[in-house]
């Protein structure tokens, strides 16, 4: 699983922490940390989480075309 | 998205890796010392060999749980480390005044005394202290290099 670099770029246009992402959906920021090195695949849940905060739908943050 | 014990779903999945490993070293260790024991080898006094193979295998979770930044006792648990820490220099000063005083020693032939299975303990319980001690370092460190890396 590669680096999630869409995650990286959308919270980073959000002008958005690792830390306030974590906080927005409830998780640690190690897990955010996770995510975005492609080290854990977050559930769809977690993923729809993260889409409504970063007003990104699924495809754009977690579909790899 | 957090449980009750405030661990979010990658934690929950990783305790549960951690209890796996946990039960896997228990097995282990008490098949080990089932055929030591087959073979008439006993190598701790009395009730201490099963102690002491129980606390190897809390000692291994509590390490795993302490690295992965896994704390199901929420804030309380470096509290908890430090208490075990403390607990742990104590036997270990306990004991090494009875091992100075000669009235006691750790080995009776190749078997642990129940001296030495205390030391063994406090030795457990002070390599989780310390390893919680290495773990703030470590991670503060590493957390330093992601905040560059997220620059």
Not at chain 2, 12 to 31: A, E, M, P, S, Y
Not at chain 2, 42 to 52: R, T
């Amino acid at each position: 699983m590669g680096k999630n670099l869409k995650l990286k770029a959308a919270r980073a246009a959000m002008d958005m922490t690792q830390q306030e992402l974590a906080d927005a959906v409830s998780v640690t920021r190690q897990t955010i940390v996770a995510i975005e090195r492609g080290d854990y695949n977050p559930t769809v849940r977690l993923c729809i989480e993260i889409c409504k905060v970063l007003g990104k739908t699924l495809d754009e943050l977690f579909w790899d075309s | 998205m957090r449980c009750r014990n405030n661990l979010d779903e990658r934690q929950l999945l990783q305790r549960g890796n951690v209890f796996q490993h946990t039960l896997i070293l228990l097995v282990v260790l008490l098949i080990a010392n089932a055929f030591l024991k087959e073979e008439g080898i006993v190598w701790a006094e009395g009730m201490w060999e099963n102690i002491l193979i129980v606390w190897a295998a809390i000692s291994l979770c509590f390490c795993e749980f302490i690295f992965l930044e896994i704390y199901p006792m929420g804030k309380g648990q470096t509290a908890f480390y430090a208490v075990l820490g403390i607990a742990g220099m104590a036997i270990l000063g306990m004991s090494f005044f009875h091992l100075a005083a000669g009235t006691e020693s750790l080995t009776d032939g190749y078997m642990l005394t129940s001296q030495g299975g205390m030391v063994l303990e406090a030795v457990f319980l002070i390599v989780i202290f310390l390893v919680s001690v290495f773990q703030k370092l470590y991670h503060r460190k590493r957390r330093e290099d992601e905040d560059e890396d997220e620059e």
